[in-house]
C-alpha cells in the first residue's frame, strides 16, 4: 500500500467514522483505491455505487480543502462513474 493511500485513510478516517450512506471508491491513479461505505473507510478495490478518480495531487488538494471537489469535476481534474448524488454527498462531508 502506498503512503499515499495511508495518509488519505488516517485523515478520513475520523470524517466517517459513523460510515456512509451508500459505497464509494476513490481511486488515487498509480497509488491504489479507497473504499468508503457503511463501515467507515479503509484501503481496498471492491465494486461501489460510485467511483471517483484523481491523481494524486488533486487528491491531496481536496483532502487539505485547497480544492473544491466539485470544482475538480468542473475542470477535468476529477472523474465521476456512477451515482452523481452519492458523490455529491461525498463533496459536503469532505467539506
Avoid: C, H, W, Y
Wanted: charge should be negative.
Amino acid at each position: 500500500m502506498s503512503s499515499v493511500i495511508d495518509a488519505a485513510v488516517a485523515a478520513l478516517t475520523p470524517k466517517f467514522a459513523q460510515g456512509f450512506d451508500g459505497v464509494v471508491k476513490f481511486v488515487i491513479s498509480g497509488e491504489g483505491a479507497i473504499m468508503i461505505d457503511g463501515a467507515g473507510i479503509r484501503a481496498a478495490d471492491e465494486p461501489a455505487d460510485v467511483t471517483l478518480t484523481a491523481d494524486a495531487d488533486v487528491f491531496q488538494a481536496i483532502l487539505a480543502g485547497d480544492t473544491n471537489p466539485t470544482a475538480a469535476f468542473m475542470q477535468g481534474k476529477l472523474v465521476v462513474d456512477g451515482d452523481m448524488g452519492l458523490a455529491m454527498k461525498l463533496g459536503g462531508a469532505l467539506g
